[in-house]
């Protein structure tokens, strides 16, 4: 079976983060290549772009863009990743992103 290559919009509402779990659970299947969501809850996408090793996230409020890299890096550091060892997302902010 070919693995599906998804972008998900919406991560972190309710089906969002359903979807991340079916994603999780089937990564033969499907991989999640990128994340979008609004903004609000940027912790929750950081930990959700980290866990899924994704390279781009978008946030559609562009003043949430400093508070999603203070996240990566908060979450970077909690898990014990050292400073270089672990590549983070390039984020993406505002309406056009």
């Known amino acids: 079976m070919t693995v599906r290559d998804v972008v ?5 509402g ?3 983060t359903q979807a991340v779990e079916v994603a999780q659970a089937a990564p ?6 990128g994340l979008g969501a609004g903004g609000g ?20 409020r562009a003043s949430a ?5 203070l996240a990566f890096y908060a979450t970077a ?3 014990g990743y050292a400073t270089g060892d672990y590549p983070l997302p ?4 505002g309406p056009d992103a």
Do not use: H, N, P, Y
């Open 8 to 12: 998900l919009l919406g991560s972190t």
């Open 14 to 16: 309710s089906i969002g």
């Open 28 to 33: 033969d299947r499907f991989r999640i290549v």
């Open 41 to 60: 809850r940027v912790d929750l996408l950081a930990q959700q772009a980290l866990d899924l090793r994704v390279e781009v996230v978008a946030v559609a």
């Open 65 to 69: 863009a400093q508070d999603l890299q």
């Open 77 to 79: 550091q909690a898990r």
């Open 90 to 93: 390039k984020i993406l902010a």
